[in-house]
Antibody
Framework: QLQLQESGPGLVKASETLSLTCNVSGGSINRNIYYWAWIRQPPGKSLEWLASIYYSGISYSNPSLKGRVTISLDSSKNQISLKVNSVTATDTALYYC?????????????????WGQGTLVTVSS | QSVLTQPPSASGTPGQTVTISCSGSRSIIGTNFVSWYQRVPGTAPKLLVYSTNKRPSGVSDRFSGSKSGTSASLAIRGLRSDDEADYYCAAWDDSLTGRVVFGGGTKLTVL
């Protein structure tokens, strides 16, 4: 059974860098049929896609974040990581990692078929 | 303001069929597949429909998706109390460098 577990600091100071890790168990991230993604949900707001990455390292990120987002993976640890720099209060959100898969599509446009439980990050001033 | 427009709320009584709409543009819904997610408060989102009208293994056939032009819909047949949740549509946006976009979400209340 695939499981994704996000972890991170919980509280980050404004202007600093937010770093999160997603530990994947029950399956390898090093497969050419999946993308892996980060999505967030600010309090009271909708979901927002942040970035996706392929096992080869090819990545895509949301242009609305203006280059502040970096996604990476560590196949040896079966982990996906996210960094968001220069955070502000608007980066306060529940952050999810997810797997993307569709038998007909291998790309960042594939649906998110498995999600972690999410980790809450609060940006303090 | 989300790129995909959903009604903020919907409601129905047990046994009814409820439809949730998702409106977008040609570069989004018009040319790409739509997926739908259910989020019960306190739990992770769950994929209900992908490729506009396909269901993952284990998802009830009470949930069905469709698309016409630049709008998509999620229908929930035989409404049950445990269908009470937030529902989100999502699709790929071909504009600029490309991105995944979500709808604003629809809170479904089972009366």
């Amino acid at each position: 059974q695939l499981q994704l577990q996000e972890s991170g600091p919980g509280l980050v100071k404004a202007s600093e860098t937010l770093s999160l890790t997603c530990n994947v168990s029950g399956g390898s991230i090093n497969r050419n049929i999946y993308y892996w993604a980060w999505i967030r949900q600010p309090p009271g707001k909708s979901l927002e896609w942040l970035a996706s990455i392929y096992y080869s390292g090819i990545s895509y990120s949301n242009p609305s974040l203006k280059g502040r987002v970096t996604i990476s993976l560590d196949s040896s640890k079966n982990q996906i990581s996210l960094k968001v720099n220069s955070v502000t209060a608007t980066d306060t959100a529940l952050y999810y990692c997810a797997r993307q898969w569709d038998v007909a599509v291998v790309g960042p446009e594939a649906p998110f078929d498995h999600w972690g439980q999410g980790t809450l990050v609060t940006v303090s001033s | 303001q989300s790129v995909l427009t959903q009604p903020p709320s919907a409601s129905g009584t047990p046994g009814q069929t409820v439809t949730i709409s998702c409106s977008g543009s040609r570069s989004i819904i018009g040319t790409n597949f739509v997926s739908w997610y259910q989020r019960v408060p306190g739990t992770a989102p769950k994929l209900l429909v992908y490729s506009t009208n396909k269901r993952p293994s284990g998802v009830s056939d009470r949930f069905s998706g469709s698309k016409s032009g630049t709008s998509a819909s999620l229908a929930i047949r035989g409404l049950r109390s445990d269908d009470e949740a937030d529902y989100y549509c999502a699709a790929w946006d071909d504009s600029l460098t490309g991105r995944v976009v979500f709808g604003g979400g629809t809170k479904l209340t089972v009366l």
